[in-house]
């Protein structure tokens, strides 16, 4: 069965700061990662996926992650955050052989100071 | 853009009561899921649903756990008789049978509080 693991619970920064939040996964088959953002008092969406290929993925708005197999890892980074990017922030990866379901984990709750 | 919607966003039971929470997923998606988050814990799955069938379902989705596709646009989760346990924020999701990469669309969840 997978796990992952969010080491950290909260992550305060000031604003145009870099801010990482690490992720590692443990699975013994082969996973998809994801990156999911909830925004205060709404759902969790979709911020951005590893499925193959290349193993830096890249955000709209600025967020990239690196999925790193040997160490099996998948931190996310932004060089410079906004007071928007306040939020909650989970890691999650799928079993690619066999099921549908999302393993989470725990979250890391950004907060952007001005 | 089409989103996952759920009613109510807060419901508020006592222990033993059954409860229905709706959601509507986005309406060319196949697979639908539950998920749940208690206070300071994990986001857990619970069941998927696929072809009017439950596909998986984990530990925590015991016999006081039941999901229904009624109407083809409600997907429903009902807790037959609650316990204080219970208390947690619900979310369903859903995807398109043709996202192999398993990228599942979330709806903003219901809170459940069992007193």
């Known amino acids: 069965a997978q796990s992952v693991t969010q080491l950290d619970s909260q992550v305060p920064v000031f604003e145009e700061a870099p801010v990482e939040l690490r992720c590692n996964y443990s699975?013994?088959?082969?996973?998809?990662l994801f990156w999911y953002v909830q925004y205060p008092n709404q759902g969790l969406q979709l911020l951005l996926k590893?499925?193959?290929?290349?193993?830096l993925v890249e955000s709209i708005n600025g967020f990239e992650a690196e999925f790193n197999k040997s160490q099996t890892s998948f931190h996310l980074r932004k060089p410079s955050v906004h007071i928007s990017d306040t939020a909650e922030y989970f890691c999650?990866?799928?079993?690619?052989?066999?099921?549908?379901?999302?393993?989470f984990g725990g979250g890391t709750r950004v907060l952007v100071k001005p | 853009e089409p989103e996952v919607t759920q009613t109510p966003s807060h419901q508020v039971t006592q222990m033993g009561q059954e409860v229905i929470l709706r959601c509507v997923p986005i309406?060319?998606?196949?697979?639908f899921y539950w998920y749940r988050q208690i206070l300071g814990q994990k986001v857990e799955f619970l069941v998927s649903?696929?072809?009017?069938?439950?596909?998986?379902k984990s530990e925590i989705f015991d016999d006081q756990f039941s999901v229904e596709r009624p109407d083809g646009s409600n997907f429903t989760l009902k807790i037959r008789s609650t316990k204080l346990e219970d208390s947690a924020m619900y979310f369903c999701?859903?995807?398109?049978?043709?996202?192999?990469?398993?990228?599942?669309?979330f709806g903003p969840g219901t809170r459940l509080t069992v007193t």
């Open positions: 999701a859903s995807r398109p049978v043709l996202a192999g990469s398993g990228e599942q669309y």
């Open positions: 699975s013994s088959v082969s996973v998809y």
């Open positions: 590893y499925l193959s290929g290349s193993t």
């Open positions: 999650a990866v799928r079993e690619k052989a066999a099921g549908n379901k999302l393993t």
């Open positions: 309406s060319n998606h196949l697979y």
């Open positions: 649903f696929y072809n009017n069938e439950i596909s998986e």
